[in-house]
Nanobody, 124 residues
Framework: QVQLVESGGGLVQAGGSLRLSCAASGRTFGSIGMGWFRQAPGKEREFVARINWSGRSTDYEESVKGRFTISRDNAKNTLYLQMNSLKPEDTAVYYC?????????????????WGQGTQVTISS
């Protein structure tokens, strides 16, 4: 069982930065793949980034490549998403998710545990 709690969302102007954190409970955090997803109003939840158990493998949705960085600190049971050069289209509720294996793909169904989400709003 893994419980996830996101934090760090907020309102920023376009071009600004935010860092999201996801605190995980459970002793298995250091051995499982993690991901970030987002859901904008009226849209389906979409993949943002994923990372394997060690942090050495990462992958990003095309529109965030070069702007967002996913990372993890297994000693602190925490997942991060550094978001730079933010755009109004990045506005969404951001969710962290945990897989049961060491690395999961970009589909929602590949993740078992989900946080409650944190709102990110980018003003133009």
């Amino acid at each position: 069982q893994v419980q996830l709690v996101e934090s760090g969302g907020g309102l920023v102007q376009a071009g600004g930065s935010l860092r999201l954190s996801c605190a995980a409970s459970g002793r298995t955090f250091g051995s499982i793949g993690m991901g970030w997803f987002r859901q904008a109003p009226g849209k389906e939840r979409e993949f943002v980034a994923r990372i394997n158990w060690s942090g050495r493998s990462t992958d990003y949705e095309e529109s965030v490549k070069g702007r967002f960085t996913i990372s993890r600190d297994n000693a602190k049971n925490t997942l991060y998403l550094q978001m730079n050069s933010l755009k109004p289209e990045d506005t969404a509720v951001y969710y962290c998710a945990a897989a049961q294996g060491t690395y999961a793909g970009p589909k929602s169904f590949e993740y078992t545990y989900w946080g409650q989400g944190t709102q990110v709003t980018i003003s133009s």
